[in-house]
């Protein structure tokens, strides 16, 4: 290397298509020239040897502004200082020139930045030490390169500042559209520029999700497995403190539909495992829910899940825990202050801590029940509520009091409904073992269990006689004619005899309603149990597990409900 200054032939040298910097400004340039024709260039150019061509051309490392004002100016020799260097170190040197300029824009501090970053290995801490700036002005700068086309205009314009910019950065370019179209329609006529506090409050509110009121945990791993877990995310503004200063501990989501989805996995799993392994848990609803809510939570009731609706006007009462107080933060408050902080939080604690027992102690109560939110607020959270009534005491009839009483049958009702949920499941879990073998197709004679079964769908086919004799006279019946089935059946084979009646039997016996028709259910059960022992057996041993935790948690919240007086 060497800081000879040697004058070199305007037309030697040669502009670089390494240098990063594509834009001039021409009315800068033409300052720039007369400058030039007044007292000439007073900082020499910085040029290599041009490898291809040979030494007799030389490639512009530094000065382009200037080797541009000169062209204009009309000089035919410029002062350079050459050196060896070779491409990564050139453009080194471009970046490194460019980011000193005294006007340079936030946007070519970025691609500068990201430049070194891609052609040269650095990372943050080494171009802040390099540049002397801290490393949560690189992070902001280098965030800056995600900025969408749309927004970048906006700044071009001068319609948005580099404090907009800095704040919409932050986003995915998915949400970062969802803002632009919701709130920076500046085609409109109205459309005025807001200030940071503004933006921030937009996004806070319609982009962003608090994860501490996240229902689900934030390190589980399967909820989504492709996102992976919130903590560590790059999507939660925890992860890069120095990137999102302001932001809660605990983090904000910045992915609206990667929050929402887990949501509603955590939420399915919930719902799915109170409904198995918590008979004393009521799903609930808030008196007021949204219309997709609505057609949820009636789909729920329909399929005969029990629901209520745990609101004032249900007759319920939310209990609410009370509020931590937060401590005081030594900081924030001059010498001789914190210690009347610290007293005001000790009195905080101790009415904190005697409102938080009198709530353990409420909801441990057999007066107050646990609800699981199936829609609203708090949709997929626990929570605790209690009667509102004006007759409190004690039912005439039983010596009980009321509320025990009534939730004694709530769950006697939910007892036997859960009976059953089980016997639905395991006659549904039958039809598909035995469509599964292939049941149909048999042509081996009858059983002695299938004829039963067949006997038992007969009941609903016979002639008028015989039905009275055994059911009782029955009015206004319509009786199916079969005098036309019987000229086929005569030439049916063996075979097709075994075929047909199985045929007719999985039809009939096949049903969505096993509560309502048992004894086709129970038929259905039968014959799977003959023919598939172990399928059956596993899937009835199972429900009947069910079954039994949850009249074993039941029955003990009736004991418990019976000693109330």
């Known amino acids: 290397m060497t800081t000879q200054i040697t004058y070199y032939k305007l037309k030697q040298v040669k502009i670089s298509g390494l240098n990063p910097r594509k834009h001039f400004d021409e009315d800068s340039l033409n300052e720039l020239a007369e400058s030039i024709k007044q007292v000439g260039i007073l900082s020499p150019l910085i040029c290599r040897t041009n ?220 719902l799915a495992h109170i409904q198995e392994q918590e008979p004393d848990i009521v799903l609930g609803y808030p008196g007021y829910i949204y219309e997709d809510e609505e057609k949820f939570v009636k789909n729920l009731i329909k399929s005969g899940t029990q629901a209520v609706e745990l609101s004032c006007s249900g007759g319920f009462r939310k209990i609410e825990p009370p509020d931590k107080p937060d401590a005081p933060d030594s900081e924030g408050y001059e010498d001789g202050e914190i210690e009347e ?32 939110m199936v829609a609203g607020h708090d949709k997929g959270r626990i929570v605790y509520y209690e009667r509102i009534r004006e007759d409190k005491g004690s ?40 469509k599964a073998n292939g049941y149909i197709k048999k042509e081996d004679a009858l059983t002695p269990t299938e004829e039963t079964a067949l006997y038992t769908l007969m009941l609903g086919r016979l002639d008028g006689d015989t039905e009275n004799e055994i059911f009782g006279k029955v009015k206004g019946r319509n009786w199916i004619e079969n005098k036309l089935k019987y000229p086929a059946a005569i030439k049916l084979t063996t ?31 039968s014959i799977a149990r003959e023919f598939y022992p172990e399928d059956t057996a596993k899937v009835e041993i199972e429900q009947q597990g069910i079954y039994l935790r949850r009249k074993e948690g039941i029955e003990k919240k009736i004991a418990e409900l019976e000693t109330v007086k």
């Open 51 to 270: 490898t291809k061509t040979g030494a007799a051309l030389l490639e512009l490392v530094c000065g382009e502004r200037r080797y541009r004002a000169a062209k204009i100016a009309g000089l035919e020799e410029v002062p350079v200082i050459t050196r060896d260097l070779t491409d990564a170190e050139a453009i080194d040197l471009m970046i490194t020139e460019n980011l000193q300029r005294k006007d340079v824009t936030p946007f070519e501090e970025a691609e500068a930045f990201q430049g070194l970053v891609n052609q040269r290995g650095y990372d943050t801490k080494m171009l802040a030490a390099r540049f002397g700036k801290p490393e949560a002005f690189i992070r902001m700068r280098l965030k800056l390169n995600d900025l969408i086309e749309d927004f970048r205009m906006l700044f071009d314009k001068d319609l948005i500042g580099v404090g907009h910019a800095q704040e919409i950065c932050k986003l995915s370019q998915k949400v970062q559209k969802a803002v632009f179209e919701k709130h920076f329609n500046y085609k409109d006529s109205w459309w005025n520029t807001p200030t940071i506090k503004e933006l921030k409050r937009w996004i806070e509110q319609d982009f962003t999700l608090k994860l501490s009121d996240a229902i689900f945990e934030l390190h589980d791993l399967t909820l989504d497995r492709k996102a992976g877990a919130c903590n560590g995310c790059p999507k939660n503004t925890s992860s890069d403190t120095l990137l999102f200063l302001d932001a809660p501990k605990t983090g904000i989501c910045l992915d609206i539909s990667c929050f929402n989805n887990k949501k509603v996995v955590q939420f399915n799993r919930e």
């Open 341 to 372: 902080a610290l007293k005001d939080y000790q009195d905080e604690l101790e009415d904190y801590e005697n409102k938080l027992k009198e709530y353990n102690e409420t909801i441990a109560s057999c007066k107050c029940a646990k609800g699981f």
């Open 495 to 525: 075979g097709q005899k075994a075929k047909v009646a199985r045929n007719f039997l999985k039809k009939e016996l096949d049903n969505g309603t096993p509560v309502q028709m048992e004894s086709e259910a129970k038929a259905l059960i």
């Open 395 to 434: 039912s005439p009839a039983s010596g009980k009091d009321m509320y025990a009483r009534e939730r004694m049958e709530e769950l006697q009702a939910k007892d036997e409904r859960n009976g059953e949920l089980a016997f639905e499941k395991t006659y549904f879990a039958v039809k598909d073992i035995i």
